[in-house]
């Protein structure tokens, strides 16, 4: 049994999740809410991954799109925490 990594399940995540995270980070972008930073790179994660399952009926995402980003909000958040304290 194989775990796939965060880059693989975004691959697998779907179309529908992949188009409209890339429209959150675009807008993300033209806000200026991306300094370029670690950390603020996976704040604009976390984010996005709040905004897509919060509309995830309107969005039409899949049960299996829904669990990858939770799988996927989870990982960047526990990745932030770690950052942050220093790990």
């Known amino acids: ?3 796939p990594d965060r ?3 975004h691959f697998l995540s779907g179309w529908n999740t992949s188009v409209f ?4 980070h675009a807008t993300q972008f033209g806000q200026g809410l991306n300094d370029g930073s670690l950390v603020s ?3 604009n994660e976390i ?3 709040k905004v897509l399952l919060k509309n995830s009926k309107a969005y039409k995402l899949t049960i299996p799109e829904m669990k990858q980003t939770e799988f996927v909000l ?3 958040t526990k990745e932030l925490q770690d950052l942050v ?3």
């Open 1 to 3: 049994w194989h775990v």
């Open 7 to 9: 880059s693989q399940l």
């Open 21 to 24: 995270e890339e429209l959150i």
């Open 41 to 43: 790179r996976l704040e």
């Open 47 to 49: 984010a996005a991954q």
């Open 74 to 76: 989870i990982s960047y």
């Open 85 to 87: 304290k220093g790990k």
